[in-house]
């Protein structure tokens, strides 16, 4: 069946860096768009990143431009979020996703599996 297992969140201070991964499994990793949502308490899951198969195209969030790095790596089946210059407006729990066969990159709703999450804090 299909897995996501995310891992690397923690506590981390404003202005420093994490290295988020979700390892997949139980699919065909290198055939699909793969994608990283958050979600804050009391808040809607927000579109981070996501990119091609191939890793060739990517597409992030406005709120994360400039400072995180989606990537892949097929031979591993993971995907990774690199997060630099983080705020305390990034704490949250970040979701893997894997996009259904189409559907819009930034939409929860193209996504047919997700993680179980892994918690992100950021002390200002």
């Known amino acids: 069946q299909v897995q996501l297992v995310e891992s690397g969140g923690g506590l981390v201070q404003a202005g420093g860096s994490l290295r988020l991964s979700c390892a997949a499994s139980g699919f065909t990793f290198s055939m699909y768009v793969m994608g990283w949502f958050r979600q804050a308490p009391g808040k809607e899951r927000e579109f981070v990143a996501a990119?091609?198969?191939?890793?060739?195209?990517?597409y992030y969030g406005d709120s994360v431009k400039g400072r995180f790095t989606i990537s892949r790596d097929n031979a591993k089946k993971t995907v990774y979020l690199q997060m630099n210059s983080l705020k305390p407006e990034d704490a949250a729990v970040y979701y893997c996703?894997?996009?259904?066969?189409?559907?819009?990159?930034?939409?929860?709703?193209?996504?047919?599996?997700w993680g179980q999450g892994t918690q992100v804090t950021v002390s200002s």
């Open positions: 996703a894997r996009r259904k066969t189409s559907g819009s990159n930034s939409e929860a709703d193209a996504y047919d599996y």
């Open positions: 990119l091609t198969w191939s890793g060739g195209t990517t």
